[in-house]
């Protein structure tokens, strides 16, 4: 099985998840002790079961007994607390180390002054036990992530970038089986858990092949799956009866909009932020790529917890927007087109992707209420820095993905004031709210869903009205497979899970590869 | 003037005329999407019909507003971009072969030597890369301040011949000063092959802009550029392939233009020829 991308891996470590791609190539080397089902649901993996203490702050994993690593090697509770200790340790490059802050001794540990994670414990052969200072709703989901899940004795204690991946995921890297910058190959692990699995041989992963040279060999079938699409190419799959049946779109864990610099002007006007979230009409922005956007009026996505359809969210309301202007002090007449915000405001921007297209819809609907924006498009790691470093950028393109299906993912790192840093913030407005902080403290240690979600309601409330982002679309990603690919499913976390796909090698032209 | 150059200068003037009158001839704004009008059903722009002549671009806009635009953007660039080459490369031409194997030339031509073994259009990248705002000013400067190189040297070839002949001599003995010199006698006689080089420059200037802007290190938008245009046109080129070749061919007729009306220069000016 063959599937291609357009961007490239940097590492296959679980300790090192450092771009969008390697998930999937993780999920396939790797299992962890827990992981996401096809509908995004928290399951037993490695672990035959869990049990939470009644505090909510324990939680006891019980271990599959004959879990064989790819080297042959049987599962222990001691790999899993030597796993997560190597993948907190400081000397490993991990970006989602912070996640698990939540277990006991974290600081310690990470700061050099314990040998071992207090938190994470072994009881016998089968049974581990994570401790949490408090009750905390974002642990299992992020447990779920690739990052912490168990590596074979050969990763050793400490990280290494050289080490050849081994875990006891359903499929095992061959030695050279990297060729970097080009494809990562790998096969069936004969001694995987779960029995029959996987059905395929192997799965070849390409990287760096471009949109169209992915549709030309997805046409000529050197491709199984295609998810790299132009747009138009896209549009074209999509109307195509003959392949209708055999896509669909990914979960919307993806969320974009303008993000306004709170502490520069005019943006330091929340009623400036409140015209420009009601001028944007979020439905021509999504005619920009109408088979991929889908219009956005709150920071969760539709398929993450605490996206909340009761909400008064963000939308286009021009006679509004003009409203907000003249409260700001910068009334604006669209008659004799006179008044409004007397300075252009940059819009800085990174070039050849979306974003350079929206701004340009974007800049047309904002001159209409009297904001003048000059677009500047700079390259992607130019953008990167410029967007968060405090007191840089005024205004520019946001967007986020989720690392898990929790508001939380979201609404922290965006919009929590301890997201703010003088460097790399992921709170690109510099939004503070003292309220809203507490709100999502408070959601994090909230176990009860129902309560939980009235929380999640007034806190996204809050965002959406002071506007730090004005929210402009979902992104959705769409998934293309040939008719002899069987039993594929669109993975809401992992995109392609290959345990259960297999080739229908009678329909498939050009006979068995 | 041979057929070749009437052509060539029959295109330079169709191509001036329509950046300097296109953009009052259509009624659509360059910058401004139609939702409306401009959108196919499937979401994808409209090709060349009775509204918009050339079809819309990827942002439902009017492709011929923004080619009209894009025009002129393009033609000043190419122009201004040349005229400053033109000055550089003839002023440092004439004082290089005049100075002849003094210092001044020395310098000045290790310079060129240097620039030279820059390929053009990757200093010209990387200076626009560095440029953190990219307008048409800087576009054109840095063209210019790139693409005098060769011209200096020919200028400087046509100088050597020139110094030693008679009316050079005569004039010194006259006692006039050397700038006098210069001016009066020497440049005159540079001016053909200058006006030859300058014109297939322009050429030469309108396709480095392309390229710049069609790597995304040109002009930002929504300044349409022809070359900007070609490259938010190729995602687009199988299915709505007037987005690319629009721009494409006007780039390729101002180019043949501004070449053939060259040559038909060259040969007009050269005195062997005649």
């Known amino acids: 099985m063959t599937v291609a991308s357009f961007g490239d891996i940097r590492a296959i470590d679980p300790a090192n998840v450092g771009d969008g791609l390697v998930p999937q190539i993780l999920e396939a080397l790797f299992a962890g002790l827990i992981d996401y089902d096809h509908d995004g649901n928290i399951v037993a993996d490695l672990a035959e079961r869990w049990i939470t203490g009644d505090d909510g702050k324990t939680f006891r994993f019980f271990l599959r007994h004959g879990v064989r690593f790819h080297d042959g090697e049987e599962l222990s509770a001691d790999d899993v ?166 896509g669909a779109y990914h979960a919307e864990h993806q969320i974009a ?69 003249k409260r700001a002090g910068y009334p604006y007449d669209p008659v004799t087109k006179t008044g409004g915000y007397p300075h252009v405001i940059p819009y800085v921007v990174y070039k050849q992707g979306l974003a350079e297209f929206t ?131 669109v993975h809401p976390m992992w995109t392609h899970e290959m345990s259960r796909v297999w080739l229908d090698r009678a329909e498939r032209p050009g006979g068995a590869r | 003037m041979s057929r070749a150059t009437l052509v060539g200068a029959t295109i330079v003037v169709i191509i001036l005329v329509f950046a300097v009158f296109g953009p009052l001839f259509t009624s659509h704004d360059p910058y401004a999407s139609d939702f409306l009008r401009g959108i196919s059903p499937e979401h994808l722009p409209v090709g060349p019909n009775g509204t918009f002549v050339l079809g819309t671009d990827r942002l439902f806009r009017d492709q011929l507003a923004r080619l009209a635009v894009g025009a002129r953007v393009s033609l000043l660039i190419g122009l201004l971009a040349t005229t400053i080459a033109t000055v550089i490369g003839g002023a440092v031409g004439i004082l290089a072969g005049w100075f002849e194997g003094r210092m001044l030339d020395v310098v000045l031509m290790r310079v060129v030597d240097v620039g030279l073994a820059f390929p053009f259009l990757l200093i010209v990248m990387a200076l626009g890369a560095a440029l953190d705002r990219t307008t048409p000013i800087t576009i054109f400067i840095t063209l210019g301040l790139t693409g005098w190189l060769g011209t200096a040297r020919l200028v400087r070839a046509k100088v050597l011949l020139l110094r030693h002949l008679d009316f050079i001599t005569a004039a010194r003995a006259l006692g006039q000063t050397t700038p006098r010199i210069l001016l009066r006698h020497v440049l005159p006689n540079v001016a053909g092959p200058l006006i030859v080089v300058s014109t297939v420059s322009v050429a030469q200037m309108i396709l480095a802009e392309s390229v710049l802007s069609y790597l995304g290190a040109g002009i930002a938008p929504p300044t349409p550029t022809w070359g900007h245009m070609l490259f938010e046109g190729q995602d687009y080129f199988a299915t709505a392939p007037w987005i690319s070749l629009a721009p494409g061919i006007a780039i390729m007729l101002s180019v043949l233009g501004f070449n053939l009306l060259g040559e038909g220069l060259r040969d007009a000016l050269d005195p062997q020829k005649k």
């Open chain 1, 257 to 325: 909009g303008e993000a306004m610099n709170t502490e520069m002007a005019p943006f330091d006007n929340v009623e400036v932020r409140r015209a420009v979230a009601a001028a944007i009409d979020r439905e021509q922005i999504r005619l920009v790529r109408a088979a991929n956007l889908r219009v956005a009026d709150q920071p969760v996505p539709p398929d993450v917890a605490g996206h909340d359809d009761s909400l008064r969210g963000q939308r286009f309301d021009y006679e509004a927007a003009l409203e907000h202007m």
């Open chain 1, 359 to 489: 701004a340009q819809v974007l800049a047309q609907q904002l001159a209409r209420i009297g904001l003048r924006i000059e677009i500047r498009v700079v390259n992607y790691p130019t953008f990167l820095a410029i967007r968060g470093r405090r007191g840089q950028s005024a205004f520019g393109p946001g967007s986020w993905t989720q690392d898990y299906p929790e508001a939380q993912s979201f609404l922290e790192p965006l919009f929590h004031s301890k997201s703010i840093a003088g460097e790399d913030s992921n709170n690109w407005s510099y939004y503070k709210n003292l309220r809203l902080d507490a709100l999502l403290d408070q959601a994090k240690r909230e176990l009860d869903d129902r309560k939980r979600k009235a929380i999640y309601k007034e806190a996204q409330q809050i965002i959406i009205d002071d506007a730090p982002w004005a929210f402009t679309y979902y992104y959705r990603g769409y998934t293309q497979w040939q008719p002899y690919v069987r039993n594929y499913r």
């Open chain 1, 81 to 246: 607390k030597r796993s997560v200790e190597r993948a907190l340790h400081p000397s490993a490059p991990n970006p989602y180390a912070s996640y698990f802050e939540p277990i006991v001794g974290y600081e310690d540990f990470v700061a050099g002054k314990a040998n071992e994670l207090e938190g994470v414990q072994a009881e016998g052969r089968y049974v581990v036990t994570f401790r949490l200072k408090n009750p905390d709703v974002t642990f299992l989901p992020t447990l779920a992530m690739p990052v912490l899940r168990p590596v074979c004795k050969s990763a050793g204690h400490r990280y290494t970038d050289t080490w050849q991946p081994c875990g006891a995921g359903p499929f095992k890297l061959e030695p050279k089986g990297w060729e970097h910058g080009r494809q990562v190959t790998v096969v069936r692990h004969d001694g995987y858990f779960k029995p029959g699995l996987p059905y395929l041989d192997g799965v070849r992963f390409l990287f760096r092949v471009n949109q169209t040279s992915q549709r030309f060999r997805f046409t000529s079938g050197e491709l199984d799956i295609l998810a790299d699409f132009l747009a138009p190419d896209l549009v074209k799959f999509q109307a195509d009866p003959r392949w209708k049946p055999f």
